[in-house]
């Protein structure tokens, strides 16, 4: 069993971001509207999640550290229909057969905190804390060393951790994140609009050289801003896109926008963008793999026509 969940881990948890990311989907899942990422020696030391969603309830608790535990899908027709970014119930599993794991959490109704240790195995404590939940990862990999070669330097995983946060932070003005690595803050953003949170994150240069999107089409709406080419960079690094909520890094997507930019960007240039695109969940796989970056659409030719077309337009605007 032990052996088994270690596997799976590898493949859920590959390194210190991927935890990050489980982390902060399930407490957006929860409907926590202020979200607290504090990170010790790139998130292999240590991984603190704090929300103040709804928490869970003590006789859950053990539950949400099993494997194959979810609360958000009940049947196989929600299948088709996730509404939720996590219904495989088995990150947390999968965390804590690698990692030293707390949870700490406490509904609206408790009268305090409880707290469980370790695995689905442990004792569910009374503990303190306000309404909501904290997941303390510590010491990634402790037993698995193979694995933990292959994570490489501090910075280089912290990179990748705050580029999570970044990347769901992005999707999520309504929500407050702070990041903290080592004791030191490095990212606080307020609950604001996407006007805002996409300036703070991407950039001035983007916010005074963007265009706004807001187009329909049918089951699809694309929605967001695109630079303009002089927002453009020689890394593909200001390019976020969203499906149905979800940062995914997707072909069809990435080669509409480009296409779409093909006539105003020329040299080895990339254009930024934040872009959302929302569809029907029936019309799209977001259950290729278990990192869900990739996503697979029923219809990729009318996704890639629908999207160049809209970022086109919008581009077009600026030139008439
Ligand atoms: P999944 O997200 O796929 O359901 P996880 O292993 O990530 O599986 O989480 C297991 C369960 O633990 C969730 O279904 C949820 O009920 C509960 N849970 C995990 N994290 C939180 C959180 N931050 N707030 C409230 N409930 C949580
Ligand atoms: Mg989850």
Redesign the pocket.
Known sequence: DQLISQIAAGEVVERPSAVVK??L???L??G?TQITVRLEEGGVKRIAIT?N????PPE?MPL?LARH????IASLDDLENVG?L????????SIASVAAVTLT?RTADAAHAWEIVGSHNGTVAPSSGAQG?T?DVQDLYFNTPARRKFLKSEQTEFGHCAEVVRRIALARPDVSFSLSHNGRTIDHWNVSEMAKRSAHILGEGFAEARLPIDESAGPLRLHGYTGLPTASKARADGQFFYVNGRFVRDKVLVHAVKAAYQDVLHGDRFPSYVLALDLDPALVDVNVHPSKIEVRFRDSRAVHQFVFHAVQRALAQTSA
């Open positions: 489980e982390l989907e399930n407490a899942d929860a926590a929300d969603g709804r928490g869970i859950q949400a535990a979810t609360s958000k939720t996590g219904f495989r119930g088995e990150a947390l599993a959490s939940t997941v």
